[in-house]
């Protein structure tokens, strides 16, 4: 969770590498205000969302707060992990979902926020040819094993997929209606013209 100026927002931290901000056209060619450059770690530095920045009133220069729930064990109970950082840039990728909850940051920075220690939870692989996704991954299934799950972008918006297939379908459905009612109009229009 983030919070600034007394508002709250579910986030999603992805850590990158440096070289991986800097590198990704999709981030870095869309930046509306402050510099990736001075994302970097150790600093304390975050990119955000053009949408969560609006949501959280934050700009370059501002501070927000990320909440890790998975924070340390007290008598109490669990106390959540919180720690300030700096907006460093503000990005609009043109996907709202993306723009209202992605915060960017560091590998590192993002490993000690999440407790993680040199550990990461996803791996992501961009391929020039998303349509040969199969040829891509078949290699990969071997060396992943039981050890992680490959997940490609179709399983990842199958939810999408299977919405646009009920519509294909319902489409089909009512234009099959209304091509029936109209034949069924002109039939009896010439039935009529010729008794």
């Not at 709250?8 to 590198?23: A, N, S, T």
């Amino acid at each position: 969770m983030a919070t600034a100026n007394g508002r709250f927002e579910g986030v999603l931290v992805r850590g990158m590498r440096i070289e991986d901000i800097r590198g990704n056209k999709t981030i870095s060619g869309n930046v509306l205000a402050g510099d990736l450059r001075s994302v970097t770690p150790g600093s304390n530095t975050v990119a955000i969302g053009s949408r969560l920045a609006d949501t959280l009133g934050a700009y370059p220069g501002s501070q927000i707060t990320l909440w890790n729930p998975e924070g340390r064990s007290t008598v109490m109970g669990t106390v959540p992990r919180e720690v300030t950082y700096t907006v460093g840039a503000v990005f609009e990728i043109g996907v709202y979902d993306y723009d209202k909850a992605f915060v960017v940051m560091p590998m590192q920075d993002a490993q000690e926020l999440l407790l993680m220690g040199d550990q990461v939870g996803m791996v992501e692989i961009q391929t020039s040819n998303p349509d040969k996704v199969q040829q891509v991954l078949a290699p990969l299934q071997k060396l992943v094993g039981g050890k992680g799950i490959i997940v490609d972008w179709r399983q990842m918006n199958s939810a999408l997929f299977q919405a646009l297939e009920i519509e294909r379908v319902a489409m089909f459905v009512v234009l099959s209606l209304i091509v029936l009612v109209a034949v069924f109009n002109i039939l009896s229009s010439l039935i009529m013209l010729v008794r």
